[in-house]
């Protein structure tokens, strides 16, 4: 996995791959580097946020839906800060954990980030501009109303009820580009840890308005073979290209 993960998202060298001593972290040792278990997926998704977040903005809105620890977010700022605002949008105890690993971590690379917490209230384009990163509970979605280049999510959504579901993809609706990794599992009475049927990915409310680039098996979960990994684009984006 992490030998696949390095080729594809194309990082300067190994070295990127080391996690932070953060926290608690477990994983093995390669190289004296710390290798978690999600390290390879965290690599690869980094890299496609890089790669299509900026397709189509220079300073892209890109909206986390459940970030839990940021270990995407990690490495995506081990390569580039700035340029992005990276709002998460997750239950309020997860974002506790979300704030302070990202904290920590950026004392490791001697940035200051500008991270804002808005618990309650309007998340505009103009508070974008004034953030690095904006954390805001999942019981404020309906008040994220900036531009949303890019939506991210990684296996929150099979956990979800339909209602849930529902309520988020209007703000995925909105969006440029939508990429996620989730379950595909077409057996509907298949249920979940917390007991909720899974709801297949392939029958997520996604607007036709985007045009499915890419589908495919997740390459990190090889034991489940039902996670899969779709990258959909707006057709007025793409142009003719999406026509063919």
Partial sequence: D????TELSNYPDI???DFPNIGNPYGIFFNSFLIHPDTPKFLYHAYILRKWGFKFSSRPNILEIGGGFGGTLLYLLKVMTGNYCYINCDLPVTLVIFYAFIHEFSKTLSINLRVGVIAASEISNQICQQYDII????SNKENITCDINMVYNS??????S???????FKLVNRAGIFFHQNSNQLAMDVVDLYGSPEIPADL???????FEVHKSVSAW???SEKIREYLYVKR???GNWAEK
Avoid: H
């Avoid at 954390?135 to 999942?138: I, Q």
């Fill in 204 to 210: 997520f409310p996604v607007s036709d308005a985007f």
């Fill in 221 to 223: 979960y090889s034991k």
């Fill in 15 to 17: 070295s990127y791959v």
């Fill in 155 to 160: 296996n929150s959504f099979s956990e979800m």
């Fill in 2 to 5: 992490l030998e696949r993960s």
């Fill in 135 to 138: 954390l805001t509970p999942s």
């Fill in 236 to 238: 007025d984006l793409l």
């Fill in 162 to 168: 339909t209602p849930e579901i529902d309520g988020y």
